[in-house]
T-cell receptor
Framework: KNQVEQSPQSLIILEGKNCTLQCNYTVSPFSNLRWYKQDTGRGPVSLTIMTFSENTKSNGRYTATLDADTKQSSLHITASQLSDSASYICVVTSGPGRAGNMLTFGGGTRLMVKP | NAGVTQTPKFQVLKTGQSMTLQCAQDMNHNSMYWYRQDPGMGLRLIYYSASEGTTDKGEVPNGYNVSRLNKREFSLRLESAAPSQTSVYFC????????????FGAGSRLTVL
């Protein structure tokens, strides 16, 4: 069974500090991995996508890494801001396959940034 | 540009009551999905529609029905609500298959007493 495990479940950091969120997956065959940000009371929004051949990708203060050999990804947030307080969800796509049944979601990491 | 719109945002039901969650997207996407999100668990797929006129079961379809009314609209119906269906429900859409980015609605919080 495909699984995506995220750690830690929750994290509290001070504004301006950096943090790293982890995602381990057992999904086969692997197609891509996305990180989503979900603000409280809102739907998830895509931050970045990683394909098999990509090791690192940045989106502003967010940097995602992917190690396809160890099946691990991380999301590093630099110089955190209060607006970074949210849940971060790792989603792995397997494929090819039937549309809609190809995504496996992690349980998310809830990040709180305090002033 | 509204994206994906869900209604209602909040609903309280008694066990055995029925209701329909409505979802509409204005991005001309082909595929639409219904997920539920429970505390500590990842989003789980209930039903999806790869294109207008087709629907398929996801991981947790029991107790739900769906209708792809047209390309824009995809509704989720609970015929006889149960407390186990207390959850936050998200509608999403994508241009193609699940490999493409999903655009989510804001969610509908359902409580079944």
């Amino acid at each position: 069974k495909n699984q995506v495990e995220q750690s830690p479940q929750s994290l509290i950091i001070l504004e301006g500090k950096n943090c790293t969120l982890q995602c381990n997956y057992t999904v086969s065959p692997f197609s891509n991995l996305r990180w989503y940000k979900q603000d409280t009371g809102r739907g998830p929004v895509s931050l970045t996508i990683m394909t098999f051949s990509e090791n690192t990708k940045s989106n502003g203060r967010y940097t995602a890494t992917l190690d396809a050999d160890t099946k691990q990804s991380s999301l590093h947030i630099t110089a955190s801001q209060l607006s970074d307080s949210a849940s971060y969800i790792c989603v792995v796509t397997s494929g090819p396959g039937r549309a809609g049944n190809m995504l496996t979601f992690g349980g998310g990491t809830r990040l709180m940034v305090k002033p | 540009n509204a994206g994906v719109t869900q209604t209602p945002k909040f609903q309280v039901l008694k066990t055995g009551q029925s209701m329909t969650l409505q979802c509409a997207q204005d991005m001309n996407h082909n595929s639409m999905y219904w997920y539920r999100q429970d505390p500590g668990m990842g989003l789980r797929l209930i039903y999806y529609s790869a294109s207008e006129g087709t629907t398929d079961k996801g991981e947790v379809p029991n107790g739900y029905n769906v209708s792809r009314l047209n390309k824009r609209e995809f509704s989720l119906r609970l015929e006889s609500a149960a407390p186990s269906q207390t959850s936050v429900y998200f509608c999403a859409s994508s241009q193609g298959s699940g490999a493409n980015v999903l655009t989510f609605g804001a969610g509908s919080r359902l409580t079944v007493l």
